[in-house]
């Protein structure tokens, strides 16, 4: 298999300079590199101009719209207008799907958080959720979230609805659900601060081991990877951190990419941030079994940023006028394209993947001999900037 991924990676360097972040991913033997999107940027024609140039973006992940309080406002009545909204424009531009989320502390409607539940009835409602909701989506789906943020910063598990009504078997509870309604959806526990080594890191690899015991399907480990520029860990301990994870047997990928700095932004953030998406993305690469990674919208315009964290933002790799900034060729460097200019015009000019891609395979097969004996690809380490100081920092609000 690493023969393979280096032939890959070989093979498709000279086909993938300026071809845009996804087609360059591929060529490193990711699935997919993608995007988060929502419902009311879609109205922006721009906006979907590229969110619709699958050279950057195979995948996308609805940022709302399969939450909770829209699925199912009301309890029994379903509602998938929105979520199907941005389902049939993945289906539409053949980009992977990302589902997102099934369980979750936020953004739960009122009748569930509010309700006088016991046990047994929370564990039905959150039942009859998931199976309506994932069968809804059946076929649809690379992955589902299926529970998302379980988990304090000190590893143990946060005090929702889900845990004080029904303890920690919520959580087999979900994937259970989940797994009958869908077999062929991949499983994810998705969190955030759980991208270096740490109690909650440790955490998280304890929830995929105790679904494991129980012969309970669970695929995969979602890290949000919502960072702040000068606290991104070092691409090596990224990459050690991912390990920890694929040991278990499960894929990781990076579910929610941003690096957002103070704002207003200055060149020398927006130069450190450039490093700081390289050392991520790079992090997969270096690790098999780290399927992709996935932005968390991908224009400072749409940022949940700075309505979250108050005087930060600049997150994203295009800026608020979608134009790219240094970030974006720091992520295509790392990937093995060739750095583009700082604008967005190459969104209509570049290469679909599907092409670049089957060429490289061809290649990849034919100089296989000659390249089993070329050193890994995957080994480049950057500068090293610092570890995070203060793990608070990562909370959502
Ligand atoms: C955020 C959305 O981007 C915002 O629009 C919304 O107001 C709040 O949720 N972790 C997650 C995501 O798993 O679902 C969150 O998305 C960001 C943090």
Redesign the pocket.
């Known amino acids: 298999m690493q023969i393979l991924k280096t032939a890959l990676a070989v093979g498709l360097t000279a086909q993938v300079a300026n071809a845009g972040l996804h087609a360059a991913a591929k060529s490193k033997n990711l699935l997919y590199f993608g995007t988060?999107t929502?419902n009311p940027e879609l109205s922006n024609s721009a906006y979907v101009t590229q969110l619709n140039n699958t050279a950057d973006f195979g995948q996308i992940t609805p940022?709302?719209s399969q939450?909770w309080d829209t699925t199912e406002p009301s309890q029994g009545q379903f509602s998938y207008e929105k979520g199907d909204v941005v389902a049939d424009l993945a289906e539409a531009n053949g980009q992977k799907l990302r589902c997102?989320?099934l369980v979750?502390h936020?953004?739960v409607p009122g009748w569930v958080s509010s309700g006088s539940w016991t046990n047994e009835t929370l564990s039905a409602v959150l039942k009859n959720h998931i199976t309506n909701v994932v069968k809804h989506y059946k076929g649809k789906c690379y992955a589902w979230?299926v529970v998302?943020?379980a988990l304090n910063d000190d590893g143990s598990f946060r005090d929702s609805i889900w845990y004080k009504t029904i303890g920690e078997e919520y959580i087999p509870i979900a994937f259970e659900a989940a797994a009958a309604a869908d077999p062929d959806t991949k499983l994810y526990y998705?969190d955030?601060s759980i991208e270096w080594s740490s109690d909650k890191a440790t955490a998280a690899q304890n929830i995929v081991k105790n679904l494991q015991a129980r012969n309970i399907k669970v695929d995969g480990v979602g890290l949000?990877a919502?960072f702040t520029v000068g606290q991104t860990p070092p691409r090596k301990d990224l990459a050690s951190n991912l390990k920890s994870f694929t040991a278990l047997g499960v894929e990781v990928a990076y579910?929610?990419v941003d690096v957002r700095m103070k704002t207003p932004a200055t060149e020398a953030n927006l130069q450190k941030q450039k490093t700081e998406f390289g050392d991520i993305v790079g992090s997969c690469v270096d690790v098999e079994g780290c399927v992709g990674v996935t932005i968390?919208?991908y224009t400072d315009k749409y940022s949940?940023v700075p309505?979250?964290f108050e005087g930060y933002g600049a997150a994203c790799p295009w800026d608020e006028d979608l134009q790219k900034k240094p970030a974006y060729d720091g992520i295509l460097s790392v990937l093995g394209g060739s750095a583009s200019s700082s604008s967005s015009a190459s969104a209509t000019a570049a290469p679909t993947p599907v092409s670049t891609f089957a060429t490289a395979v061809k290649q990849a097969t034919t100089t296989q001999a000659v390249v089993s004996e070329t050193p890994a690809q995957k080994s480049v380490e950057p500068e090293q900037p610092e570890q995070p100081e203060d793990e608070d920092e990562f909370c959502?609000a």
């Open positions: 988060a929502d940022g709302n939450k997102h989320n979750w936020q953004q979230d998302n943020e998705n955030y949000q919502h579910t929610e968390w919208d949940w309505s979250t959502d």
